[in-house]
């Protein structure tokens, strides 16, 4: 078979991702796909995979993609005839801390939200289910029986023959040396002197997979990492199971280890505190169905707790030391999306160990990418736009990336944060926040500010009462009744200008952008099916000049959307994000601390009204808005400048808060957060924002926001505000809520209310106009529901309006 000429579609990648990709286009109907692979499919990283399959997750969109893997690969064998080694041995992952049992039990309240069930078990129980293990520190542990394991290299045959019947053309030995554009977009592949021309080219290759976007431009932000798990020969107490049974995955994170049994002997792995990163000029050209050197080295502190956890083991003869590539991304989270430097360029990778068990869900969310032209589910948290050419830097890639393997069990506290790769974008006034206290975490690439308390008020971190909250609470008290700065600097500032740009922004933007020069217009951006694909302020300074202020980490995304966007009109757009300051000041004493900066009288301004401002040596403009719902402004400030206003800020008397006070602030005012409560598969009208929807202009999306939506309480789905009854509640995101003992919906967003003296949250409930119509409403409009924390309920109630409204006579 030889190469052709032309495609529809190149996938660049013969394994288990590839594999899923191309299986995917081909059952949806795709014709003209190509797969090429440098080697052998399953070559790379697919063939030494672990295979281990686990349902519960930390967050819905992973639980989701799962869940539809594990459905495939039990079908793809009835399908094909390949067999894909699907087990379902359950899986027992264990607690020695507190901590751990919390957040494992999260877990199975997150998994019920799914209709997945699984059983908080005692020690005893849990050595009953794994006989071979030491259980005298142990707490608790859950056991998952619906979870289990396949063989990689099977599951990826197993796509690949199932695209082959469906006409796509896989070639191997075939390793492709180049890309090629035109007019900006991608246009082909090279394959030494033959060009594959093709509409969509789609790079699964691995650990190359950075190598490989950049031939096209493109930033794909991973980087490997050495990775270790030990093989034993045949053990007689797993010989004792019997032909064919298997013992369930084991997971002791709080050891680092992963287990489970294979060939009769045991396969022990670990995810160790201080991992080995690994540039790839240290793997050969012709790397394949190869391994790196064993390092006894530095597993040995990993091979020292599987002997404490499995005594078995110091009788276990190793049959190997098996260490294996794979690559990570900055934040844990896999890629997955069209680059936004090159257009029909689709990437996917960074598994982070996660990339047989995702491999299913993530196949059919980039085919069905690819074919819609947007995602057709919930991806933020894995969307390749979260990433700026920015953060595609070598030095911080080497720096986090072992980090990143290295924490890979961390607890998911409130408050966590990384701790290499750090200040890589600061604040115009960053010195002055580090100077005030600030306590800071890394998002997005950005330091942001969390509180004002320093270490002392943060750690330890935990899932129970945070060191912070009286920090916290003072800067709360400081947003509302003084002066508090909030550092605001990381949001995205996109200029655009031109004739067409008011015409432009009402086709992009869902409100109306026709307004007068000074005003301040709220808006979203939204997708075809009406989703919301950002969430923005936009300012007019002129009959032909706009300033969009976006939010942090939302530039790439945006200015994506803007170029898909343009079409005729006569518009131009720049990100000039680091060109200013944001500076919030919030609180009932704001105007006047404003006015004591300078002796310029501070402008009158109307709510979304703006004007030229001066701020001691510093000039800017002001805009009367704060995202904490309190009185406030924005101060707009050239970077060159920010430290001279943010000084005289802070002689005139303002004091400092972070984002953990403006959270908090945000959902009592119930403000909702792109990310949160709005996303791509949530319409204005769910959020409760139709006011905001200019029908009529022509935007985006408004042909999906149906007449008989608009100020209804729409398919089902709603958000709303919630608050709890009792103060020891904690929740942080996603928990399940219940009414008549049936899930109705999930928390978006909590945080401490410091108004009510307990947790506050906001939520979307899936119930419904059914829901919204019980007779349980109770006369103030609020109704009763029970929020899940930790497989425990706490009852709590649910309000259309803001929480500091609803809630006003609690």
């Not at 009208?685 to 149906?706: D, K, P, R, W, Y």
């Amino acid at each position: 078979m030889s190469l052709p000429t032309n495609a529809r579609t190149v996938i660049i990648g013969g394994g288990v991702i590839g594999c899923s990709i191309a299986y995917h286009l081909a059952r949806e109907g795709r014709k003209d796909i190509v797969v090429l692979e440098r080697s052998k499919l399953t070559s790379g990283t697919t063939w030494h995979a672990a295979g281990l399959v686990r349902r519960l997750r930390p967050s819905a969109t992973l639980t989701k993609l799962i869940n539809y893997s594990i459905d495939l690969y039990g079908e793809l064998e009835v399908e094909t005839g390949q067999a894909t080694g699907w087990t379902q041995t359950g899986s027992l992952t264990l607690a020695t801390k507190e901590d751990r049992l919390t957040n494992i039990k999260r877990q199975v309240s997150l998994g019920r939200a799914f209709g997945l069930e699984a059983e908080v078990v005692d020690a005893t129980r849990a050595k009953e289910l794994w006989p071979l293990i030491e259980t005298d520190d142990v707490i608790g542990a859950v056991w998952s029986p619906a979870d289990g394991r396949v063989n990689p290299s099977d599951v990826a045959l197993a796509l690949s023959k199932g695209a082959r019947a469906r006409g796509v053309e896989i070639f191997e030995d075939t390793a492709v040396t180049g890309l090629q554009k035109k007019g900006g977009r991608i246009s082909g592949v090279e394959v030494g002197e033959h060009v594959i021309e093709a509409d969509e080219v789609v790079i699964a290759c691995g650990l190359w997979s950075r190598e490989v976007a950049a031939m096209a431009g493109a930033h794909m932000p991973l980087y490997a990492c050495e990775h270790f798990y030990i093989l034993t020969k045949p053990l007689e107490e797993v010989q004792a199971l019997g032909k064919g049974a298997h013992l369930p995955t084991l997971n002791d994170q709080d050891a680092f280890l992963y287990a489970r049994d294979d060939v009769e002997g045991l396969l022990v792995g670990c995810f160790e505190p201080h991992a080995k990163g690994l540039p790839l000029d240290r793997l050969p050209r012709d790397f394949s169905f190869d391994l790196l050197d064993e390092d006894w080295d530095h597993f040995m502190p990993m091979m020292e707790n599987a002997l404490r956890r499995i005594p078995a083991l110091e009788k276990a003869e190793v049959r190997m030391l098996l260490n294996g590539p794979e690559s990570f991304t900055l934040d844990s989270q896999f890629m997955i999306g069209e680059s936004p430097e090159v257009p029909g360029l689709f990437l996917m990778g960074g598994m982070n160990s996660t990339g047989i068990a995702l491999a299913g869900g993530a196949g059919k969310a980039m085919a069905e990418w690819i074919i819609a032209g947007e995602p057709t589910m919930e991806l933020n948290e894995a969307d390749i736009r979260r990433f700026s050419p920015e953060m595609n830097v070598l030095g911080a890639l080497e720096a986090r990336i072992p980090e990143v393997l290295g924490r890979h069990y961390d607890n998911p506290f409130p408050g966590r944060s990384m701790d290499t790769a750090r200040g890589q974008r600061r604040s115009p006034i960053h010195a002055g926040l580090v100077a005030a206290g600030a306590r800071f975490e890394s998002r997005g690439g950005w330091e942001r500010a969390v509180h004002f308390g320093g270490e002392a008020a943060h750690l330890p971190l935990t899932f129970s009462a945070p060191a912070w909250r009286d920090q916290v609470g003072r800067e709360v008290e400081a947003c509302r009744t003084g002066a508090a700065i909030l550092d605001q600097s990381a949001f995205g500032k996109i200029m655009v200008q031109g004739p067409d740009a008011c015409a432009f922004l009402n086709h992009l933007c869902a409100a109306q952008m026709d307004i007068a020069p000074g005003r301040i217009a709220y808006t979203q951006i939204l997708n075809k099916r009406g989703g919301v694909e950002s969430d923005i302020t936009v300012q007019r300074h002129g009959p032909e000049s706009y300033l969009m202020i976006v939010g942090a980490g939302e530039v790439v995304r945006d200015m994506k959307r803007m170029r898909e966007t343009k079409g005729d009109f006569r518009v131009e757009f720049t990100d000039v994000t680091s060109g200013y300051a944001i500076i919030g000041l919030a609180g009932a004493k704001a105007r006047e601390v404003l006015q004591a900066t300078s002796n310029a009288p501070v402008p009158n301004l109307k709510r979304f009204g703006f004007a030229p401002v001066e701020i001691g040596l510093a000039r800017g403009w002001a805009g009367r808005l704060s995202f904490t719902g309190e009185e406030g402004y924005e101060l707009y400030i050239p970077a060159d400048m920010a430290m001279a206003a943010y000084e005289a800020l802070v002689a005139a008397g303002a004091t400092h808060a972070g984002l953990f006070a403006s959270g908090s602030l945000r959902i009592e005012s119930g403000f909702r957060a792109f990310g949160h409560e709005l996303t791509p598969g949530t319409t204005p009208i769910e959020a409760g924002l139709e006011q905001f929807c200019a029908f009529g202009t022509g935007f985006v999306g408004e042909e999906a926001l149906s007449e008989n939506s608009r100020n209804s309480l729409s398919a089902g789905r709603r958000i709303v505000s919630l608050l709890f009854d009792t103060p020891d509640a904690i929740p942080i995101h996603d928990e399940p809520i219940y009414a008549g003992g049936e899930v109705v919906g999930q928390i978006t967003s909590a945080a401490w209310s410091y108004r009510f003296g307990r947790a506050v949250a906001l939520a979307m409930i899936t119930g419904g106009e059914r829901f919204f119509a019980e007779k349980s409403r109770s006369p103030n409009g609020t109704w009763p529901v029970e929020v899940e924390i930790a497989c425990a309920r706490f009852p709590a109630r649910v309000s259309l309006k803001p929480a500091k409204e609803a809630f006003a006579d609690v």
